[in-house]
């Protein structure tokens, strides 16, 4: 691949924590030095119309949009949030390039409800039921849907009752995070890539939800939860990832500058550097050196 075309989206509409919008240009201010060597290209912000519900299904919209226009059959794709709403434009595009795409989606939360089994209502708890396939809510605008068999879940534990008959119907694969207590990380996703993938033809696309650390761990984002992963699992899954080779996409969402201390911010925002050059195929020199854990 030539180069990393570099995509912010600063996207709040679908949850209501003020703040996680500031994150793609905080992280372009933090990290100057990944743009500065051409190996990134920075493809600016899609910006949304609005704060409402409607707004948010908009702007996933333009996000879609905006994907299907990048030349990504030669490119490889980062972008980095606002919320984990905006995985209903960046996922949807990535199919137009991608049909055959498999989403490692890591998170908290299973975001696969509909409007009326919601009990929050924010948007961001949605995109996976419409990629899915689901009717309810569902914008017109949509082409493209991934198959269950093409999804694998890490880390996910605040579970809903319709995502729990979704998961149970349709046999999605699903890395608890107490299955960490028995196979690292690495063993866990090497073993779920080869039942679903097991020629190895599928592109990866990686949604990380910085939400499926531990609440314990951070406090810089807005849908905290307890019992979950820690930063060296989350790089241990991701490290095995990339080193199949088929990873063309990743997308970090939710890191709020807004909440818990500087230090909290500074290190989501290093960490989440450091897996994206994990998973980049032109990684520059001197960018890749591992943020202590124990500095938070």
């Given at each position: 691949m030539e180069q990393t075309l570099f995509l912010g989206a600063p996207f709040s509409g679908g949850q209501p924590h003020p703040g996680v919008s500031m994150a793609p240009n905080e992280f372009r201010k933090h990290h100057p030095d990944i743009f500065s060597g051409g190996e990134w290209r920075d493809m600016g912000d899609v910006v949304g119309p609005g704060l409402s519900f409607a707004c948010a299904m908009e702007h996933a919209h333009l996000i879609a949009e905006k994907?299907?226009?990048l030349p990504l059959k030669k490119n490889f794709f980062a972008a980095l949030?606002?919320?984990h709403g905006m995985a209903l434009g960046t996922v949807h595009g990535l199919l137009h390039h991608h049909p055959d795409l498999l989403v490692i989606?890591?998170?908290a939360h299973a975001d696969a409800n509909v409007p009326s089994?919601?009990?929050s209502g924010n948007m961001h708890g949605m995109p996976l039921a419409w990629l899915l396939g689901a009717k309810e809510g569902a914008p017109a605008w949509m082409k493209h849907h991934l198959h269950p068999r093409r999804l694998i879940y890490v880390g996910v534990r605040d579970v809903d009752p319709y995502e729990q008959m979704l998961l149970e119907e349709w046999d999605i694969a699903w890395i608890k995070p107490a299955d960490f207590a028995?196979?690292?990380g690495r063993l866990l996703i090497e073993k779920e890539l080869r039942r679903l993938d097991p020629h190895r033809t599928s592109k990866i696309h990686i949604s990380l939800d910085v939400d499926a650390l531990d609440a314990g761990v951070t406090q810089a984002t807005g849908t905290q939860a307890y019992d979950g992963l820690s930063f060296d699992q989350i790089e241990d899954v991701i490290t095995a990832i990339s080193e199949t080779r088929?990873?063309?996409s990743m997308e970090?969402?939710?890191?709020?500058?807004k909440l818990g201390t500087q230090a909290?911010?500074?290190h989501l925002f290093n960490w989440v550097k450091n897996l994206f050059l994990k998973v980049t195929p032109n990684k520059k020199r001197g960018l890749t050196q591992e943020t202590p854990h124990s500095s938070i």
């Open positions: 994907v299907e226009s949030g606002g919320d989606w890591i998170d089994s919601s009990p028995r196979e690292s088929q990873v063309v970090a969402v939710e890191v709020n500058p909290e911010v500074d």
